[in-house]
């Protein structure tokens, strides 16, 4: 009996499925007027759909990378304020955290600002001044913060102590020896797992519906109450997002095979 073939050499048949299938719906959209018209209209929300992902996956990121430092730093106080912060956050569902920063986070902090702000002659500020969609990025970037903290962390401690300490007798401050050794190596590890958050946070874009930001979701469903053509309407939907998620893990596949094939050793 021939041994099993690797898992990782199985012809993409999902992929064939999914084209097929994206293949059909683009010709529904070519061919018939209630899809072209459902897609024009859609589209106007592809743009802030992209702005959401990309401003607050970049700024989760950068406050995660924080988070991972401080629960990996020697001070007593940075571990246990960042593990307070991450345990939290995870344990409240996304769209209850993008309500909560909406409309009591939001406020409260317009309220201190001014109450600070008012005696020194300062300009005062109104929950107006906010826009929902600022709301919801910074509502996504507290949330993805928490999750991107432990990618990171895992990825830190990954990397060999070894290497570490042979850096620092060669005189590399900390750092360096992060710039130089520690992130380039955990880079390789925390990328497969970072590019499955940044294709979640396409997805969980869609929750700043919620607050009738006009994204692809928001726009959907404007546009089905509209003409009443949910099942047309939907499937565009679908599309947009399956077309972004897809095209985004097909990259990160390849990126990541390259890392790793330059990281190998030569022979």
């Known amino acids: 009996m021939s041994a099993p073939k690797p898992a990782g050499k199985d012809f993409p048949w999902w992929l064939v499925v999914l084209v097929a299938t994206g293949l ?12 072209a018209r459902v897609l024009a209209t859609l589209s106007k929300g592809i743009g802030i759909t992209v702005l ?65 702000a008012e005696p020194l002659g300062l300009g005062v500020l109104s929950t107006r001044d906010f826009p929902l969609l600022a709301r919801a990025v910074l509502a996504l970037v507290l949330a993805y913060s928490a999750f991107i903290a432990e990618v990171f962390r895992a990825g830190l401690q990954a990397v060999d102590q070894g290497q570490i300490e042979a850096a620092e007798s060669l005189g590399l401050n900390r750092w360096l020896r992060f710039r130089h050794i520690v992130f380039p190596q955990a880079f390789r590890t925390i990328l497969p797992p970072l590019g499955n958050d940044f294709v979640a946070m396409v997805k969980d874009s869609s929750l700043v519906s919620v607050l009738g930001v006009a994204d692809i979701t ?37 990126l990541e095979r390259r890392l790793r094939a330059r990281g190998a050793p030569q022979p």
Request: glycine share 6%; charged share 10%.
């Open 218 to 254: 928001q726009l959907g469903k404007v546009t089905a109450a509209g003409n009443f053509r949910y099942f047309e309407t939907y499937n565009v939907v679908a599309l947009i997002y399956l077309t972004m998620t897809v095209t985004l893990s097909l990259a990160l596949r390849r």
């Open 24 to 35: 059909w719906l683009f010709w529904q959209v070519a061919s018939d007027d209630v899809y």
């Open 52 to 116: 959401v992902t990309v401003v607050a996956f970049l700024g989760a990121a950068v406050i995660g990378l924080g988070l991972a430092v401080a629960l990996l730093s020697k001070s007593l106080i940075a571990r246990q304020a960042a593990r307070l912060y991450i345990e939290v956050v995870r344990g409240v569902p996304i769209i209850v955290l993008l309500l909560y920063v909406a409309f009591a986070l939001t406020p409260m902090l317009v309220a201190g600002w001014n109450r600070v």
